[in-house]
């Protein structure tokens, strides 16, 4: 090979390399190891994390434990959908092309958006996505209004782009465990883009958009909604209730856990923002000889195009999630994701109650819910779910992270895998658990007077 | 060569892929056919209505498709086959890095312990998790030569997105405030593009006859207002720009930040290093260097690297390691109070799928296997260019910039169209029908008719010399009779779509029925 | 279906390959043969409103294709008196008849002496050979 290039040595490949910048020591890394050694290293990587397996998971905050359908791994694991690129080559990019068109239509049925692309990171980044087209759309405008019951990571997410949008971002707060309407009207003033509203809240609580899309139209601004995709098997679609972007985290469509990613963000709109649309968009069109294809339509929107008047930044999106979650949406069916969300709710209805009736447990607010709900420890939340770890229950996610006001708030979340049995359990876990903190409280209290006694 | 595709006759008839119309799974939908069933409901059912404002329900379910699981099976089975794939055959992407994907990944990944564990999950419970990005980050940091690492960003534009607001948050911290940022006329799209979300404006700086920056334009318009000059290096012609060094030292002594996009990391892993060339911010692509599959766009990973000064503005939350009290192992945790950092970039600790993935597959190469990739990378190119020189594209296609390329390569189509009167898409069309994925097409913009080549590592030679030979032959194709390219591809599930069409009257979903 | 290449002489020319037909006060606007066959075909125009003012050598609107976006530059400075709505329906006109039916804008000139520094169609013919 070397002789047909025309050099001696490797090494004159690598000449234009200055000798001053030239790495002269190896890499200080370990040697490379056989297939065998690096399964054998990830492996008890692997079996130092408590995973869902051993703790059954009522944790949720926008990933959540649903189960994932045999063929959804059976189909990404194929290597015409695993190892391609994005589809610049249509002619031979038919099957991803053709699945960004079935997710995009799966995404505008369950938000009641018409247009909807193929995919963003995540759910938090798409808020953000959300404000930079809400920044376009309406010229000059600075002023982003988000309810404090968005994810706190959209929150902060939302805040950090802002810096680089050069917008200000107001919070509205929440009353009885929804946004609090009054507060969200007077934060909306004439330079506001967009007002973001989350349904179900972080706090569970399901949102009236309607009112609050009514709100934001009322100044001209936007109204966007982060929306979980499995509720909006039973909740009125954003798009039927004046939302004119909706976005939301689109993992607990048919993605694992998986730490928290891999998964994808979804972002629908109304006709009128089409073009101003981030991401990929696969289109219909037809060949040379009048086969019906897909394509990516509307690329002059996108980087590789448009370059610093794009749309967005975005290149790679999350294809393969994608279309875990379309393959999902499928397997669901028409009828099946319907009963999912019924089942959910009907899980959750009593998994609050019987919970709530816990020694020590009460709700955090009596809004309605879907299948997260929030709940008040009598006992510090961080050792009751030291103790419910121990056993084998990962009981909920503790609010007090970052909500200074709900120091004592529990989240807990409701998946179909969640059983009757399991709540059951968990409401035992909990009682004991509670119980047991508060003993340990009482001794330490005594301990601690009996030491003063000591000193004095 | 085997099996060359014989030029079109009128007596060709469609490909089986062909004469199967394209129907998407609503299509296949029957009223009442379903795949999955729930879980019996085991607790006491109430109204919905009850439970919900009657207002806030939905009336009219998502019409999602009616399909069994075996039709699902086979709708996505035989989509799949509508693509041309990495597993199938060669894809010599320019800028791209269609390495092999190695299965052993997907096998890690998949492990409970990774796959099945929450995000949320206690960080003392999730040590495994925590232990493996930090190991992760020790290595980038290692082969970038830039000591703090942040895997949060999800992607490329996603870690670009992060270094700029790094850079803005650096910049504000000294009380200044800068308007611009320098890209090179050669640059991917994702970096102006980035510039502008990150709130600032876009100056061009031009590429000298060399292909590297053009140093004269750079010291014209470097000033006290430029917060970043983004670079990569490689560049995207496939040239290393030997200048680096004085580049850096103009940028920073003017106070700006000196940014690397990380894909073209293919050339240098274990050879040269960002950090060592004055670079204070660089994003690494893992679905590129790093082997993770591209899943037909993505997901990927962008994590970044810094220096130093830049360290204290990382996003949020970040891996820190504490050393074990007695002796006993050390611990790993989320920290998140950073009062300078930028923030959060996504929802919790990023796309650590990837991670296990990359981390699995630099486990596996090490030192040496990370420094062998590189150097097969920059051989197979080289030694793809020159096949391809040695024949008619060396005289149709020559290269752009007549340097020893690195990893990638331009060739410039200007000759091809001006002599044969076909163009570089027609060229790309018509490699299709011989089994390759093209190359880059009509980028870096800086040259005419641009093709760029990026083998990667994992093509044998036998390989290469099968690219080679096809674009030759299409060449001869193109002067006996450049209409076998223009109709050309002729053996692809679907030929030339109309792309026109569909932009101008976008049908981007199902019509309902 | 795009044109036949021609530069008509009864039109003045901007360097960056936009055409003024000019009557009295007014001029209609449009991009040159050499501008629609390097776009391609046309997929997308949004007209400027009526109204809006536009400044010689600087861009007032964008034409869009398959793969690029051009700003379109207006020759004159002037008022925006009338846009070609039908191009939002058809905007391949644009290519089919760039000089005729494909015309963009409509604008009341403010300064009808800034003719003087536009080309004529041999010197714009001869900018496109260089």
């Not at chain 1, 949406?329 to 009828?335: A, E, I, T, Y």
């Not at chain 2, 209505?49 to 075996?70: F, G, H, K, N, W």
């Not at chain 2, 890095?97 to 929450?118: D, I, Q, S």
Request: aromatic share 6%; with cysteine.
């Amino acid at each position: 090979m070397l002789e047909e290039i025309g050099v001696e040595s490797v090494e004159e490949l690598f000449a234009a390399i200055p000798a001053d910048l030239r790495l002269d020591r190896p890499l200080e890394l370990p040697d490379g190891i056989s297939e065998t050694e690096c399964f054998d290293d990830l492996a008890s990587l692997a079996e130092r994390n408590a995973d869902a397996d051993a703790e059954t998971c009522f944790l949720g905050a926008g990933i959540y434990d649903h189960y994932v359908p045999a063929i959804v791994d059976a189909i990404t694991q194929r290597s015409e959908f695993l190892t391609p690129y994005t589809p610049y080559q249509p002619e031979v990019s038919q099957g991803g092309l053709q699945v960004m068109f079935e997710f995009q239509t799966a995404i505008s049925e369950l938000t009641g958006l018409p247009v909807a692309n193929a995919s963003l990171y995540e759910g938090p980044s798409s808020v953000a996505s959300a404000a930079y087209l809400a920044l376009g759309a309406t010229k000059g405008r600075k002023r982003l209004v988000v309810s404090r019951g968005l994810h706190p990571h959209s929150r902060e997410t939302l805040r950090t782009y802002a810096r680089g949008f050069g917008a200000e971002v107001v919070e509205a707060g929440l009353e009885g465990g929804l946004t609090d309407r009054d507060a969200l009207a007077e934060a909306i003033d004439e330079d506001t883009a967009a007002v973001f509203v989350q349904s179900p809240n972080f706090l569970g609580g399901v949102e009236d958009l309607e009112a609050l899309a009514a709100a934001a139209h009322e100044r001209g601004a936007l109204a966007v909604a982060s929306v979980d995709p499995i509720s909006l098997a039973v909740l009125r679609p954003p798009g039927e209730c004046g939302i004119d972007v909706a976005v939301g985290e689109g993992q607990p469509l048919g993605n694992r856990l998986d730490y928290g990613g891999p998964s994808f963000g979804f972002f629908a709109a109304t006709e009128e923002h089409l073009r101003r649309m981030p991401g990929r968009i696969a289109g219909e069109a037809t060949d040379a000889d009048g086969r019906r294809g897909f394509v990516l339509a509307l690329q002059t929107r996108e980087q590789h195009i448009r370059r610093e008047k794009a749309t967005h930044n975005i290149c790679t999106s999350q294809a393969l999630n994608a279309l875990a979650g379309v393959i999902y949406l499928s397997w669901l069916g028409r009828r099946g994701f319907v009963e999912l969300g019924e089942l959910l709710a009907q899980r959750t209805a009593y998994a609050r109650d019987r919970l709530a009736a816990v020694a020590g447990v009460e709700v955090l607010h009596d809004a309605p819910v879907f299948r997260e709900f929030g709940l008040r420890l009598a006992e510090p939340v961080p050792a009751v779910l030291d103790r419910c770890a121990g056993e084998g229950l990962a009981a909920g996610y503790w609010l007090g992270r970052e909500y200074a006001e709900y120091q004592d708030g529990l989240l807990v979340a409701i998946t179909e895998r969640r059983s009757k049995d399991d709540i059951d359990r968990l409401a035992d876990a909990l009682e004991r658990a509670i119980t047991e903190a508060h003993r340990a409280q009482a001794r330490d209290t005594r301990k601690n007077a009996s030491q003063a006694g000591v000193e004095a | 060569m085997s099996n060359p595709p014989s030029p079109p006759t009128a007596a060709d008839v469609p490909t089986p892929q062909q004469r199967e119309p394209a129907v998407t799974i609503y299509e296949r939908s029957v009223e009442g056919r379903r795949a999955a069933t729930m879980p019996p409901l085991d607790v006491p059912v109430r109204e919905l209505a009850d439970l919900i404002p009657p207002r806030l329900l939905r009336e009219t379910p998502a019409a999602l498709p009616e399909v069994s699981e075996p039709e699902i099976v086979r709708h996505y089975s035989r989509l799949s086959r509508r693509n041309f794939d990495l597993d199938t055959g060669p894809y010599p992407l320019g800028s791209c890095t269609m390495k092999h994907n190695p299965r052993l990944n997907e096998r890690v990944a998949a492990l409970p312990g990774h796959a099945r564990l929450h995000p949320a999950q206690d960080p003392k419970r999730a040590q495994g998790a925590l232990e493996l990005m930090w190991r992760l980050e020790r290595a980038l940091a290692e082969i970038t030569g830039l000591a703090n690492v942040s895997l949060q960003p999800s992607a490329g534009s996603h870690g670009e997105l992060a270094g700029l607001l790094l850079t803005r948050a650096y910049h504000g911290d000294r009380g200044e405030q800068r308007s611009k940022v320098l890209t090179p006329d050669t640059s991917h799209g994702t970096n102006p593009a980035t510039v502008t979300m990150a709130g600032y404006e876009v100056v061009k700086v031009a590429t000298d006859v060399r292909g590297g920056v053009d140093l004269d334009d750079l010291r014209a318009k470097l000033n006290e207002d430029i917060a970043s000059l983004m670079l990569t290096n490689p560049n995207t012609l496939g040239l290393f720009d030997e200048n680096i060094a004085e580049i850096a030292a103009l940028v920073h002594g003017k106070g700006g930040t000196l940014y690397y996009d990380g894909a073209n990391l293919n050339a240098i892993m274990g050879r040269s290093r960002p950090g060592d060339m004055g670079f204070d911010i660089c994003h690494l692509n893992l679905h590129k260097s790093f082997s993770q599959p591209h899943g037909g766009g993505g997901p990927g990973a962008g994590p970044i690297a810094v220096s130093d000064r830049i360290a204290p503005y990382l996003p949020v939350p970040r891996v820190v390691r504490r050393e074990g009290e007695n002796g006993s192992t050390p611990r790993f945790e989320l920290d998140h109070e950073a009062p300078e950092s930028i923030g959060r970039l996504r929802g919790f600790q990023g796309n650590f799928g990837v991670f296990v993935r990359s981390y699995a597959y630099i486990r596996s190469l090490g030192a040496d296997g990370l420094r062998d990739a590189s150097e097969t990378a920059v051989l197979n190119a080289n030694y793809l260019l020159a096949r391809l020189r040695a024949g008619s594209a060396g005289r149709l296609l020559p290269v752009a910039f007549d340097r020893l390329p690195m990893h990638e390569f331009v060739l410039s189509g200007a000759p091809a169209k001006r002599e044969l009167r076909v163009k570089t898409l027609d060229i790309a069309k018509r490699l299709l029908d011989y089994g390759f994925h093209p190359p880059t097409i009509y980028f870096p913009l800086l040259v005419d008719e641009a093709l760029m080549f990026e083998p990667t590592e994992t093509e044998t030679r036998e390989s290469l010399d099968q690219l080679a030979d096809a674009v030759e032959a299409i060449l001869a194709e193109a002067e006996r009779d450049p209409a076998i390219l223009h109709e050309a591809p002729y053996t692809t599930p679907v030929r030339r779509l109309d792309e026109a069409a569909a932009s101008r009257r976008p049908v981007v979903r199902q019509r309902r029925a | 279906m795009a044109a036949e290449e021609s530069y008509p002489e009864d039109l003045k020319y901007h360097p960056e390959h936009d055409w003024a037909r000019i009557e009295g006060d007014t001029a209609t606007f449009g991009i040159t043969w050499y501008a629609q066959d390097a776009l391609g075909e046309v997929v997308f125009y949004e007209p400027p409103e009526a109204g809006a003012t536009v400044a010689k050598d600087q861009p007032y609107t964008e034409v869009e294709s398959v793969k690029a976006v051009s700003d379109v530059y207006a020759p004159l400075s002037g008022e925006v008196v009338e846009v070609n709505e039908g191009l939002a329906e058809r905007p391949e006109t644009i290519n089919e008849d760039p000089y005729g039916e494909g015309w963009l804008a409509k604008v009341k000139l403010s300064d009808p002496s800034e003719a003087d520094d536009l080309l004529d169609a041999g010197a714009y013919r001869e900018l496109l050979s260089d």
